[in-house]
């Protein structure tokens, strides 16, 4: 069984920087894609960044240049380094994993951007 867990999440006034990070354990042989969800009250999960094996990254339009994903391979870890942080950013962050070919999820962090 594999287990996703964040951490980094917190409160921080508009235009800090926050970095979450993710990290998997349990029995695994390949990490495919690795990834961040976010879900604001009343509305509907969306994707905030994603990453290949291979480190291609894949952006929402609205953290476009201000958010990086990034990932370790050896250490079964993802990073979201958000920077410029604004109210709109308040939101759960969950992160995922394609571990094996199967799906796997974070508890999700809160991040609250507020002054």
Request: proline residues 3%; glycine residues 12%; positive net charge.
């Amino acid at each position: 069984q594999v287990q996703l867990v964040e951490s980094g999440g917190g409160l921080v006034q508009p235009g800090g920087s926050l970095r979450l990070s993710c990290t998997a354990s349990g029995t695994i042989f390949s990490i495919y894609a690795m990834g961040w969800y976010r879900q604001a009250p009343g509305k509907q999960r969306e994707l905030v960044a994603l990453i290949s094996s291979g480190g291609n990254t894949n952006y929402a339009e609205s953290v476009k240049g201000r958010f990086t994903i990034s990932r370790d391979n050896a250490k079964n870890t993802e990073y979201l380094q958000m920077n410029s942080l604004k109210p709109e950013d308040t939101a759960v962050y969950s992160c995922y994993a394609a571990v094996d070919g199967r799906a796997s999820w974070g508890q999700g962090t809160q991040v609250t951007v507020s002054s």
